[in-house]
């Protein structure tokens, strides 16, 4: 299930941009970290805080709009090319950082 939510969020970060701002991106996260991982409340939230402090305003516009995907692992698979590998790159360390402050395993 963890293995799931990870897809899901690293979906979320990589479909094409939007207009998002930090409460916008938290929500997502929260919405698909509460369907997707076997977290509680706490940890989702952690997470999510994560996420908004320590991504680039872009990625975080990139999570709103993953989140209206119909398919979010397919919007990964799309997009994941366009990305530039700094971009890439700071998605997956916070990711990674996330959920080792959070507790949450993987």
């Known amino acids: 299930m963890r ?3 990870f897809a899901s969020l690293f979906a979320v970060g ?3 941009c939007g207009g ?4 916008a991106a938290k929500t997502a996260i929260l919405d698909s970290c509460m369907e997707e991982a076997d977290a509680d409340a706490e940890t989702c ?7 908004v402090e320590k ?3 872009k990625l975080l516009d990139l999570i709103v709009e993953a989140s209206k995907a ?7 698979a799309s997009k ?11 998605f997956m360390t916070v990711m990674m ?7 949450m395993e993987m």
Do not use: H, I, R, W
């Not at 939230?45 to 996420?51: E, I, L, S, W």
């Not at 950082?97 to 507790?103: P, Q, R």
């Open 70 to 76: 119909e398919d979010e692992d397919a919007y990964m």
């Open 14 to 16: 990589l479909a094409a």
């Open 3 to 5: 293995k799931v939510f």
């Open 55 to 57: 991504l680039d305003p």
């Open 80 to 90: 994941m090319g366009e990305l530039e590998p700094a971009e890439m790159g700071q």
């Open 20 to 23: 998002g701002n930090g409460s």
């Open 45 to 51: 939230n952690c997470m999510a805080d994560q996420f």
């Open 97 to 103: 950082g996330a959920a080792t402050e959070c507790g």
